[in-house]
């Protein structure tokens, strides 16, 4: 479980600001759901690294593990903390500028 006030904008910024990362969540966005041997193919990513990126950004709670078929796990994005990640950010954003939401 998260609440918006938990989210971490520093972690959050460097997983966007990650080409690898952001490869892995627009191959997602576009999918749906995907496994890490999916994503490898459809992005050119060599497996090893888009597991290791994928366990990062589970631990960051942007992907999930929708469902399992034998040996295959299946991913999406974590949809409901990408929107509380991004009510947040925008807060933030509205913050510096002085302008309200």
């Not at 520093?10 to 576009?30: K, S, T, Y």
């Not at 994503?39 to 593990?65: A, F, K, Q, W």
Request: hydrophobic share 35%; charged share 30%.
């Amino acid at each position: 479980a998260f609440d918006e006030d938990s989210i971490d904008l520093e972690r959050l910024c460097g997983d966007f600001g990650n080409n690898i990362r952001r490869q892995i969540m627009e191959a997602l966005a576009e999918n749906g759901e995907m496994t890490a041997s999916d994503i490898s193919r459809r992005t050119g990513i060599p497996m090893t690294t888009v597991l290791r990126h994928m366990d990062v950004l589970s631990e960051d709670y942007l992907l999930s593990v929708s469902r399992r078929k034998g040996l295959q796990i299946f991913y999406t994005l974590n949809r409901e903390f990408i929107e509380k990640a991004r009510r947040k950010t925008n807060q933030y954003l509205a913050g510096l500028s002085g302008t309200e939401l």
